[in-house]
């Protein structure tokens, strides 16, 4: 799996690094090119892959997609899995990371510093005004990290609140399978079915920040009703 990862990290990053250039559309065509990426990576392993629910989301409309963390694996599924231009709110180690971090700069992904609050939070606001002046789909993880026994955690409210400030619909998700495949602490890849359990979008329209923590809870409950109907 990791030596799967790098040779297509590499070619695809190569890839992106000489496209940015003529991008005309602020990072669609390398959103594109970052999803089949990660879809090669599914492909050449003979992953399986199940996509439930996405009837309920219109193809046209932008989104902020809210799923369970459990893997490594999460951000490929979504970004290659589900047909929207996505950009995954990521930890800024991952910036750095060669080809991986350049491609990823390169396709306008954003990045936040999940140990200094005050520069999470001022990254946050930059996040927002991008999605206004230039609307696309976003992949944000509200557990904020991976879990360590496969259970979904508490939502934190930075994310979300993304949301309430753009007026974008969240999308609750389930990922199952990436637990048992990849785990967190695990150094062995075993391959399983993965699956995505979408939900209905809700509506941030009705809520204010002062609502952001009960977003969460609703959010979070969500979520785990998705993962419950797959088991």
């Known amino acids: 799996m990791l030596i799967v990862t790098i040779f ?11 496209f940015s250039p003529f991008d005309y559309k602020k990072g669609r ?16 392993m003979n992953i ?8 309920k989301l219109d193809r046209n409309a932008d989104y902020i997609f809210a799923p369970n963390h459990a893997s490594s694996l999460d951000i490929p599924l979504i970004l290659g899995f589900l047909p929207f231009w996505i950009v995954p709110i990521s930890k800024i180690e991952l910036k750095w990371i060669p080809f991986l971090g350049w491609a990823m700069q390169a396709a306008g992904h954003v990045f936040v510093d999940r140990r ?24 944000i993880f509200p557990e904020g990290s991976r879990t360590n026994d496969g259970k979904v955690n508490q939502f934190k409210t930075g994310g979300l609140s993304i ?26 890849f075993v391959n399983k079915l993965l699956t995505i359990n979408i939900g209905s979008p809700v509506d941030t329209r009705k809520y204010s920040l ?5 977003l969460a809870i609703i959010v979070n409950s969500e979520v785990k009703k998705l993962k419950n109907e797959l088991n």
Do not use: C, Q
Request: glycine share 6%; hydrophobic share 45%.
């Open 8 to 18: 297509w990290t590499i070619s695809f990053g190569l890839a992106v690094i000489l």
């Open 29 to 44: 065509i390398l959103g594109f090119i970052v999803k089949y990426w990660a879809k090669t990576i599914f492909k050449t």
């Open 48 to 55: 399986n892959v199940r996509v439930i629910g996405l009837d």
């Open 116 to 139: 200094d609050h005050e520069k999470a939070m001022l990254s946050i606001a930059k996040i927002k005004n991008s999605l206004l002046k230039n609307p696309r789909s976003i992949l």
């Open 163 to 188: 949301g309430i400030s753009t007026k974008i619909s969240i999308v609750p998700v389930a990922i199952e399978g990436t637990f048992d495949s990849l785990s967190k602490h695990s150094k062995k």
């Open 210 to 214: 002062d609502d952001r923590k009960n």
